[in-house]
């Protein structure tokens, strides 16, 4: 396993290794059926959650329609408040600015907070490539940064790792890290989470910089909100000197108001809980500016674009932009469940990854391409999503931009994509049989054939049908179509069976 | 009023059986249905795979051939909701791609008359006792577009405990999907085969005879799993259920 996604294989072909893996089925339907199941009974307490759900997508529909207003208010609240704000187009951009900040404050090593946005343009691995070590104080994060592993969940990247394969980590790797693990750890939570803590407590203390993501950013007051359960990132966020958040230009909210509805949705979607422990607000540097009060005493924003722009261009796609990353479509999703998060070969795995990832990076790559195919379309995600983004109605949107090609956004840029390649002969099926479906009598004639053939039918096909009946038996062609029926005997009038 | 059946193509093809038993089901209920024999497929297929610019000519086929009736009768929550929900949108998209009003409006009359099934019977006709007898155990799957597209709630269900002689037991997971997804069963082999092999598995688990469901695409994923994997259920589509009576069991 490393560390980067950069290469992955198409869905398939990665998923069916997940699939083969029964220890990792385990571990999945063990812990999506138990948070999906909270979820069930968190939302259904509200009664208003309807309301709510619709509140949460008109706020995120009317900010995506004028971000380019809220983002200069953003600028202009941070500013006054004391912050300094950059812009990045892309990763590298803010890859680059993160990592001059850093060396402008002379220290090598940072303390991060969970952060989708920074795993998204790959920092730690950037940071690392300039000589700064980035250290995870998410529990889940340092598992898989101990492990020399990748996220597969966006809440709980470690999902597909079970209590003895994270005390083996514990044990082999802290001590390359900072303080070892105690010699005698057992698989206790309990006794996991003190190591974690003795671990991560003396990083806290030493840090002098921190860098984070934000689940929010309101416009009118410049005010920034990371919402968590462990404490973890309260320590980043306010013991360090300088702090550096990274944020994706789609996490604006115009009001503070407006987070009485996401801080409703947000914590019973994502760990089932009514209200999460930790919500820590920030707005600028506060009082500490001049060492009078707590906090950092330096604060940069990096507004991060890094494709979001191409996607608000698209008028099916941009939905995907309302996302609040609470993984609820990733827990229900039966297909994340038997595929596990790798596969989907992005930080955004799951549902909301397979419709992300080919609009923020595009549908060339081969990984890209396939994952709009990634979902039997059953819509539980878009049932669940506390911003009710029509998951299924965005994959089809994208598996035909994959097939068909045509307008789309990319750097900023009007293009017409072409068609990807490797579906010729799907192209040609579904054309021949719209062909026949728009001939009926060409399709009876087929029908027809295929009943007078069907002792010869092969129980199991060769080749591609072996994607059907490699673990399915294909079904009995009858010895007449139903038309044929219909008209020999009049609607069974004629009361031949 | 003027039925039509709308059978679906892969009903027409491989399940004429679904078809004669709604024709018997509704002929029962005092329904005369039509078969309009210009019928053919609603384009979900190629509209799900990322075909929609092939879907539209079979889905202004179909407004032509059921423009006459009154109520458009078809035993697929999956082409039901084909039509309830994403015809409007091929409209919408056409019109975003400044093709015009054209197609929406082509469109516009069918969608609301069409029925899946069990919302036709419980709906339109206002029945959950159709007379049906059916000595054996059953378990019901919910398929996903009937559930979550057209929202059939407990309308099969009530039908179900409605037929003399039939035990309804439940089914474990009922509402995960069996791994059908059309095209996902051969893209994505590997999964769609975990999931419905879990799907028979749960279905195993409750003893029942049956395993019924309201779309004949989604059984024959999950019948084709049973008979590789052995289990001796057979799947049966919720029509034949419900137009089985004591004289045609007992004939």
Known sequence: MSGTFVGMPAFPEAAREAVGDETLRGNLRHATHTIRDKRARAVAELDDWAALREAGKRIKDHTLRHLDRYLVQVEEAVTAAGGTVHWAADADEANEIVARLVKETGESEVVKVKSMATQEIALNEALQAQGIRAYETDLAELIVQLGKDRPSHILVPAIHRNRGEIRDIFRSEMSEWGRPAPEDLTDTPAELAEAARLHLREKFLRAKVGISGANFVVAETGTLVVVESEGNGRMCLTLPETLISVVGIEKIVPRWQDLEVFLQTLPRSSTAERMNPYTSMWTGTGGGRNGEGDGPRTFHLVLLDNGRTDTLADEVGRQALRCIRCSACLNVCPVYERAGGHAYGSVYPGPIGAILSPQLRGTESEIDASLPYASSLCGACYEVCPVAIDIPEVLVHLRERVVQGGPAVRNGNRVVLKPAGGHAAERAAMRAAQWAFTHPGALRTGQRLASRTRRLHPRTLPGPGRAWSGSRDLPAVPAEPFRDWWQRTRGGRDGAK | ?251
Request: hydrophobic share 40%; glycine share 10%; net charge negative.
């Open chain 2, 1 to 251: 009023m003027r039925v039509a059946l709308f059978l679906t193509c892969v009903n027409d093809t491989l399940y004429p059986d679904t078809g004669r038993a709604v024709v018997k089901l509704l002929t029962r209920l005092g329904v005369d249905v039509d078969f309009p024999m210009a019928q053919t497929c609603c384009g979900q297929a190629h509209y799900n795979t990322g075909y929609r610019h092939e879907a539209e000519p079979l889905a202004r086929r179909f407004a032509d051939v059921f423009a006459g009736y009154d109520a458009i009768v078809t035993p697929s929550g999956s082409c039901g909701a084909m039509v309830r929900e994403l015809y409007p949108r091929m409209g919408e998209r056409a019109r975003a791609e400044g093709r015009g009003d054209g197609l929406a409006a082509t469109l516009a009359p069918v969608v609301p008359k069409t029925y899946e099934l069990t919302e036709f019977l419980v709906d339109v006709l206002g029945v959950t006792d159709v007379g049906a007898y059916y000595p054996h155990t059953v378990t019901y799957h919910p398929t996903c577009h009937g559930l979550r597209s057209l929202g059939l709630g407990d309308r099969p269900r009530r039908l179900l405990e409605a037929v003399k002689g039939l035990e309804l037991v439940e089914l474990p997971g009922a509402e995960e999907c069996c791994g059908f997804g059309g095209t996902f069963a051969v893209k994505n082999s590997d999964v769609s085969a975990a999931m419905g092999a879990d799907k028979v598995r749960n279905a195993q688990s409750t003893g029942a005879e049956v395993l019924c469901a309201a779309d004949n695409s989604c059984l024959m994923h999950i019948g084709g799993t049973m008979a590789r994997l052995r289990t001796g259920m057979r799947p049966v589509h919720i029509a034949e259920i419900l137009a089985s009576t004591q004289e045609a069991v007992t004939a």
